[in-house]
């Protein structure tokens, strides 16, 4: 018996398996991808211990969760989308209709906070659709920033839809919405270095194509931070570049945004402070 005790008491010092993994786990996640990117991938491999209906849906394809949620009440869609992935959310809203939307988006930047119990009984009912077992363990707040962030991955006909709806119904929060997205005219307040930067990891094509739709400045400032020869070849194959439909332009800049957000989440660089298929 005092051998037995012996080596369960000299297993507790030397192993990590099974005894507290969860902090094992919090501790190489941490060190191997810092604390950001850690807390991200961490509250959902822990948080799958005791996965939440709304958990669920951040495993599921859009489509699906566009297809469970759609028949409920706007105001209960905008509190489930203000809880998943800007992005997911995103793509979900494009599987609705139009004026459903519209709606969400309102009821999303009207939103101020979920009380806990109506949160439960939220999850309570995404639960049972989704065969979970327990509740989440903390509102995730909407407002003016979670509709902007949302809106920065939505395409340019129904970002200005949206829009329109917002400033309906309250223009002095529509300019807010606008004030907190990050457009493609906001990379001329990226400095220099950062700019730099972006260029390493956007192909030419893109660029040319996303420059169509920029402002001379911002030209001229991506421009500057080319060597002289590939600024050279920039111009003259954006001077040649025929006509590109406005819907082309914008996916590309949506495309570039994504990775200046990828890289300003990563502290690589700091940001500083739509509508026809027209040709431009």
């Known amino acids: 018996?005092?051998?037995?005790?012996?080596?369960?008491?000299?297993?507790?010092?030397?192993?990590?398996?099974?005894?507290?993994?969860?902090?094992?786990?919090?501790?190489v996640l941490t060190k191997a991808l810092g604390d950001d990117k850690a807390s991200v991938l961490l509250s959902r491999i822990l948080g799958g211990k005791d996965a939440s209906g709304i958990e669920s849906l951040k495993w599921m394809d859009a489509a699906s969760v566009a297809e469970l949620i759609k028949n409920e009440h706007p105001q209960i869609i905008a509190t489930i989308l203000v809880h998943l992935e800007r992005d997911q959310a995103c793509e979900i809203l494009g599987n609705f209709t139009e004026r459903l939307r519209n709606d969400v988006v309102l009821r999303i930047a009207t939103l101020d906070g979920v009380q806990p119990a109506a949160l439960r009984e939220l999850n309570d009912v995404l639960t049972k659709l989704l065969s979970g077992n327990e509740n989440i363990k903390k509102s995730t707040m909407g407002g003016v920033r979670a509709a902007a962030e949302i809106l920065n991955?939505?395409?340019?006909?129904?970002?200005?839809?949206?829009?329109?709806?917002?400033?309906n119904y309250d223009n002095d929060m529509a300019q807010k919405i606008m004030d907190e997205m990050f457009v493609?005219?906001?990379?001329?307040?990226?400095?220099?270095?950062?700019?730099?930067?972006?260029?390493?990891?956007?192909?030419?094509?893109?660029?040319?194509?996303?420059?169509?739709?920029?402002?001379?400045?911002?030209?001229?400032?991506?421009?500057?931070?080319?060597?002289?020869?590939?600024?050279?070849?920039?111009?003259?194959?954006?001077?040649?570049?025929?006509?590109?439909?406005?819907?082309?332009?914008?996916?590309?800049?949506?495309?570039?945004?994504?990775?200046?957000?990828?890289?300003?989440?990563?502290?690589?660089?700091?940001?500083?402070?739509?509508?026809?298929?027209?040709?431009?």
């Open 1 to 27: 018996m005092e051998v037995l005790d012996s080596f369960i008491a000299q297993t507790e010092l030397n192993s990590t398996v099974g005894l507290d993994s969860d902090e094992y786990i919090r501790q």
């Open 153 to 167: 991955f939505m395409s340019g006909e129904n970002e200005q839809s949206v829009m329109d709806n917002i400033k």
């Open 184 to 280: 493609f005219d906001n990379l001329i307040d990226i400095d220099d270095r950062g700019i730099q930067l972006l260029l390493r990891e956007v192909q030419s094509e893109m660029l040319i194509i996303a420059l169509k739709g920029a402002s001379q400045d911002l030209r001229d400032k991506v421009f500057k931070n080319m060597s002289q020869r590939a600024s050279e070849m920039m111009r003259e194959d954006l001077e040649s570049k025929g006509p590109v439909r406005l819907s082309e332009v914008e996916a590309q800049q949506k495309q570039i945004l994504q990775i200046v957000r990828r890289l300003a989440d990563e502290g690589q660089i700091v940001l500083g402070g739509k509508g026809e298929d027209s040709f431009v």
